[in-house]
């Protein structure tokens, strides 16, 4: 189109106002773009209002879009009570774009601040259940139905199950009485499900939900189609995979996986694959793999500035060099861990990488630095937030120790129970 007019008949229609809207998109708008950079560049921007608001309509996405983090920071200041009542009795900010930007939000901070992120979700709840006439019917309950799933999400890190099982339930009420069948709604609200799944420990039903979402996305409908999305729905099934000890299969996934994702739109996800790859093969005895991957993956968590990703890539680092007969940096790096995590009051944390330690030295057969390891863990972690089957694992840490009957097979089994009943949510994926 670059090269050519356009048709004088279409030229006529378009200075006479009536062209018809197909032949507007089909034919003016692409030779527009193809032949002005900077109509491409706004263009560019107002496909990624729409993607960012979530919201079919160009007018909603330019209107809305810019404002929502404003309308954001006027609640952010107020008390929780304050925030309710000003999105119920404010019109200005009963719109899509904030109830979208809130639904970010809670994401975002659930691994971090999942009360906060519950909260945040529980906002946008009451956001789209006052969007008015303004809005097709039907695209505000699919909204609603999303803001459930999201507010599902939030309660499932807090560690809330059942009442997280009750918010997806009204997600879907919500999906099915808007008839729209939007395939991307539902698979955004599959995907979330599947998480609660996962931590509910119902790995089947998890895995065919996220079975669905991908199929969702690869779709070859370009309306529907995100392989991005697939990605990181790929980056989950590993993850459950691996949960269910298919560690290999989920090596194979993460790989699958890898090539989906686009490292600018979520370099957290990046993080997380790569993560969850090098533990995977240091889990299969692959360590020097493992280690190839390091470098980058170190790289990424101190770009992106979180102290808990750069925490989990060295533990990372610690399991890599211990696979790889490096006893000495292990050990350094589990001991510096192991009182990071106490120090932050994380207490499942601090006891899984005692139990890496505690790995380490039957391995070596050190049995007096074991029983010493066993003196000193109890004490500590009766104070720490651990549920009280945890701290039944530990005691059997201690007896094992003291009877010198600990076996790395035990220590291992025993780490297992400790990840199982560690807060939901608080792993890499989300």
Avoid at 26 to 31: D, L, N, T
Avoid at 143 to 161: D, H, K, S, T
Avoid at 275 to 280: C, D, F, V
Avoid at 400 to 417: M, W
Wanted: aromatic share 6%; hydrophobic share 45%; glycine share 6%.
């Amino acid at each position: 189109m670059e090269d050519r007019h356009l048709p004088l008949l279409t030229m006529a229609r378009l200075v006479t106002g009536r062209i018809e809207v197909e032949e507007l998109q089909e034919v003016v708008i692409p030779h527009v773009l193809a032949v002005c950079a900077g109509c491409r560049e706004i263009y560019q921007e107002l496909q990624r209002l729409k993607q960012e608001v979530g919201h079919w309509d160009e007018i909603v996405a330019v209107m809305e879009g810019p404002d929502a983090p404003d309308l954001w920071q006027r609640l952010q200041g107020l008390p929780y009570e304050q925030q309710l009542r000003q999105v119920e009795e404010d019109g200005g900010l009963q719109t899509w774009a904030l109830c979208r930007l809130l639904l970010r939000k809670s994401f975002e901070e659930a691994p971090h601040r999942p009360n906060l992120a519950e909260q945040v979700a529980f906002l946008a709840v009451k956001v789209a259940v006052h969007l008015g006439d303004a809005y097709d019917r039907d695209w505000v309950t699919d909204l609603r139905a999303l803001a459930f799933a999201y507010l599902g999400n939030a309660r499932r890190v807090i560690g809330e199950l059942r009442s997280a099982e009750d918010a997806f339930y009204e997600a879907h009420s919500h999906f099915r009485a808007s008839g729209t069948g939007n395939p991307r709604i539902e698979a955004e609200i599959l995907d979330l499900e599947a998480s609660l799944r996962r931590d509910q420990r119902r790995f089947e039903e998890a895995l065919e939900l996220l079975r669905q979402v991908i199929a969702i996305y690869t779709s070859e409908d370009p309306e529907v189609q995100d392989l991005h999305l697939a990605g990181q729905a790929l980056v989950k099934k590993a993850y459950t995979l691996e949960q269910l000890g298919e560690v290999q299969q989920a090596i194979t996934v993460l790989r699958e996986a890898e090539p989906m994702i686009v490292r600018d739109r979520d370099p957290h996800l990046v993080l997380s694959l790569k993560h969850n790859l090098i533990l995977a093969l240091a889990g299969v005895g692959r360590n020097q793999e493992a280690a190839a991957l390091l470098p980058e993956v170190r790289e990424l968590a101190l770009r992106l500035g979180n102290d808990l990703d750069v925490l989990r890539v060295r533990w990372a680092e610690g399991r890599v060099a211990f696979g790889l007969g490096q006893r000495g940096p292990a050990e350094q790096t589990f001991k510096e861990l192991q009182r990071e995590f106490l120090e932050r009051g994380m207490g499942y944390d601090a006891a899984l990488v005692s139990l890496d330690i505690a790995v380490l030295y039957a391995q070596e057969g050190c049995i007096p630095e074991l029983k010493q390891l066993a003196l000193d863990i109890l004490p500590v972690f009766s104070s720490q937030e651990v549920h009280r089957e945890a701290m039944a694992a530990l005691l059997l840490f201690q007896h094992a120790c003291e009877d010198e009957r600990l076996t790395v097979e035990l220590a291992r089994q025993l780490a297992s129970l400790l990840e199982r009943e560690r807060r939901p949510g608080a792993r890499w994926p989300r």
